[in-house]
Nanobody, 124 residues
């Protein structure tokens, strides 16, 4: 499984971006998928997670209500819609996946397939 992120860029505070993650080699049908981010000098943190079954969602408190994770019906793409972006959201954003079979669990620590990341910068 290979994951490739796109859609990063620079935006002003209050703006929006939509990140995309393309899967190649396999479909994501039985994979939990997640988005992480890492800012300079900080640890990587999970921001959004979606299970393979029932699309059960979880979000970090820092993005809840502003970010939305989703996947396409073909299970080849994962998205992260980011609204009301703030300077503290600036980071490299990574897409990740973990094979779970048919499961409603999504555990950030289980993620073991990773993309290379896309930069998001929020500044005025």
């Amino acid at each position: 499984l290979q994951l490739v992120e796109s859609g990063g860029g620079s935006v002003q505070p209050g703006g929006s971006l939509r990140l995309s993650c393309s899967a190649s080699g396999l479909t994501l049908t039985f994979y939990a998928v997640a988005w992480f981010r890492q800012a300079p000098g900080k640890e990587r943190e999970g921001v959004a997670c979606m299970s393979s079954y029932n699309n059960r969602l979880s979000y970090s408190d820092s993005v809840k209500g502003r970010f939305t994770i989703s996947r396409d019906s073909a299970n080849k793409m994962v998205y992260l819609q980011m609204n009301d972006l703030q300077p503290e959201d600036s980071a490299v954003y990574y897409c990740a996946a973990h094979w779970t079979g048919q499961s409603n669990r999504c555990v950030w620590a289980d993620m073991d397939d990773w993309g290379k990341g896309t930069q998001v910068t929020v500044s005025s």
